[in-house]
């Protein structure tokens, strides 16, 4: 009688991430391994461990995640195959496009559970790629890759400056659902925070430590604002007051939406080019300051001259007389002093008589 062989479970790191790259909650997990929702978790902080036939179902589930897996998880199958095995490194173009293709496509649909908008989720995911991109030799070591360009792209989607575009201010096509369209209502009426709290720990899955983290914010916090959306929720929608049934309903909200990602050639692409178009504004902006800082050096006065003070009336000085003819008094006095008053040296020196 032969046994099968029990295939090889990924490090718990890596666990979370093979189940979101099938767009599976923790709570669809214990259903079909037939545990419950804490056990997952558990498996995926590495408090525990499978064993038996849990653990091979368990890791037969994980076996059938995309072949297409960022660079961590890459190497942590590689540990597993034989010692010999010769193993090629991935390129950064590589091990980025691997990156996108596992976390692209489920990331699109989160974002637009944030937004309740298709482009604007679609542009985010791109910005935060291209960021991802640009910054790839600190994105290629994070610990965990795929939460920092998560973290990133709702930062996107949040910002409050969407709300000054002009494509803002029409909005988008409902769900063509009502129960879609009454629960997505309800998540755009939740402030932000709130909204991201919920959608990270009863949507992805993930422990209220790690949604405090994500979201900056401490555990009470968090979890008063998960306690908060929860109720806003069953208090709208009576059949969503277990809030074990809003993940999967979350899910089929995201799914129905058709969102596609761009290619990640494009979105490298963009990345490059936008760092070239900011690279030469910069230059371009130091030229301008430098020539404006050299014909202020050539055109400013060497030295300090005091400005002129303006001029200001005194009093009790006659005003001077314009020109014009002589009165007769005048022209007798002009005459006597011309006749007396002696001309040359003598003029100024005193007369000794």
Same mark, same amino acid.
């Given at each position: 009688?032969?046994?099968?062989?029990?295939?090889?479970?990924?490090?718990?790191?890596?666990?979370?991430?093979?189940?979101?790259?099938?767009?599976?909650?923790?709570?669809?997990?214990?259903?079909?391994?037939?545990?419950?929702?804490?056990?997952?978790?558990?498996?995926?902080?590495?408090?525990?461990?499978?064993?038996?036939?849990?653990?091979?179902?368990?890791?037969?589930?994980?076996?059938?995640?995309?072949?297409?897996?960022?660079?961590?998880?890459?190497?942590?199958?590689?540990?597993?195959?034989?010692?010999?095995?010769?193993?090629?490194?991935?390129?950064?173009?590589?091990?980025?496009?691997?990156?996108?293709?596992?976390?692209?496509?489920?990331?699109?649909?989160?974002?637009?559970?944030?937004?309740?908008?298709?482009?604007?989720?679609?542009?985010?995911?791109?910005?935060?790629?291209?960021?991802?991109?640009?910054?790839?030799?600190?994105?290629?070591?994070?610990?965990?890759?795929?939460?920092?360009?998560?973290?990133?792209?709702?930062?996107?989607?949040?910002?409050?400056?969407?709300?000054?575009?002009?494509?803002?201010?029409?909005?988008?096509?409902?769900?063509?659902?009502?129960?879609?369209?009454?629960?997505?209502?309800?998540?755009?009426?939740?402030?932000?925070?709130?909204?991201?709290?919920?959608?990270?720990?009863?949507?992805?899955?993930?422990?209220?430590?790690?949604?405090?983290?994500?979201?900056?914010?401490?555990?009470? %916090? =968090?979890? &008063?604002? !998960?306690?908060?959306?929860?109720?806003?929720?069953?208090?709208? $929608?009576? #059949?969503? +007051?277990?809030? *074990?049934?809003?993940?999967?309903?979350?899910?089929?909200?995201?799914?129905?939406?058709?969102?596609?990602?761009?290619?990640?050639?494009?979105?490298?692409?963009?990345?490059?080019?936008?760092?070239?178009?900011?690279?030469?504004?910069?230059?371009?902006?130091?030229?301008?300051?430098?020539?404006?800082?050299?014909?202020?050096?050539?055109?400013?006065?060497?030295?300090?001259?005091?400005?002129?003070?303006?001029?200001?009336?005194?009093?009790?000085?006659?005003?001077? %007389? =314009?020109? &014009?003819? !002589?009165?007769?008094?005048?022209?007798?006095?002009?005459?006597? $002093?011309? #006749?007396? +008053?002696?001309? *040359?040296?003598?003029?100024?020196?005193?007369?000794?008589?």
């Amino acid at each position: 009688m032969t046994q099968n062989p029990t295939i090889p479970l990924p490090p718990p790191a890596e666990r979370r991430r093979l189940r979101e790259s099938q767009s599976l909650t923790r709570a669809q997990v214990a259903t079909r391994v037939g545990v419950s929702r804490e056990t997952v978790r558990a498996w995926e902080t590495g408090r525990t461990t499978p064993r038996g036939r849990k653990a091979q179902a368990y890791a037969s589930l994980l076996a059938s995640a995309p072949v297409s897996v960022p660079a961590p998880v890459a190497a942590a199958v590689v540990d597993e195959g034989p010692a010999d095995a010769p193993v090629a490194p991935l390129t950064p173009t590589q091990a980025f496009d691997a990156l996108y293709a596992f976390c692209a496509p489920a990331l699109v649909r989160q974002t637009y559970l944030l937004t309740g908008r298709r482009e604007l989720a679609r542009e985010s995911v791109e910005r935060a790629f291209q960021l991802a991109w640009h910054r790839w030799p600190e994105v290629a070591v994070d610990p965990d890759p795929a939460g920092w360009v998560r973290a990133t792209a709702y930062e996107c989607a949040l910002s409050p400056w969407h709300r000054f575009r002009a494509r803002h201010r029409h909005p988008e096509a409902p769900p063509a659902d009502p129960a879609d369209r009454a629960l997505l209502s309800v998540l755009l009426k939740l402030p932000p925070p709130y909204r991201r709290t919920l959608l990270l720990h009863d949507g992805l899955g993930l422990g209220l430590p790690e949604t405090a983290a994500e979201t900056e914010a401490s555990t009470r %916090a =968090a979890a &008063g604002r !998960l306690l908060h959306a929860r109720e806003t929720v069953a208090t709208r $929608l009576p #059949d969503l +007051t277990d809030p *074990g049934h809003l993940a999967p309903r979350l899910a089929g909200l995201a799914t129905h939406a058709r969102l596609r990602a761009p290619r990640p050639s494009s979105v490298r692409a963009g990345s490059e080019r936008r760092a070239r178009n900011w690279t030469q504004a910069a230059i371009a902006f130091t030229v301008a300051l430098i020539g404006a800082t050299t014909f202020t050096l050539h055109t400013a006065p060497t030295r300090y001259e005091p400005p002129v003070a303006p001029g200001t009336t005194v009093q009790g000085v006659p005003p001077q %007389a =314009a020109p &014009g003819p !002589l009165s007769r008094t005048e022209q007798k006095l002009r005459k006597k $002093l011309q #006749d007396t +008053t002696p001309s *040359g040296p003598e003029r100024v020196l005193p007369d000794p008589r």
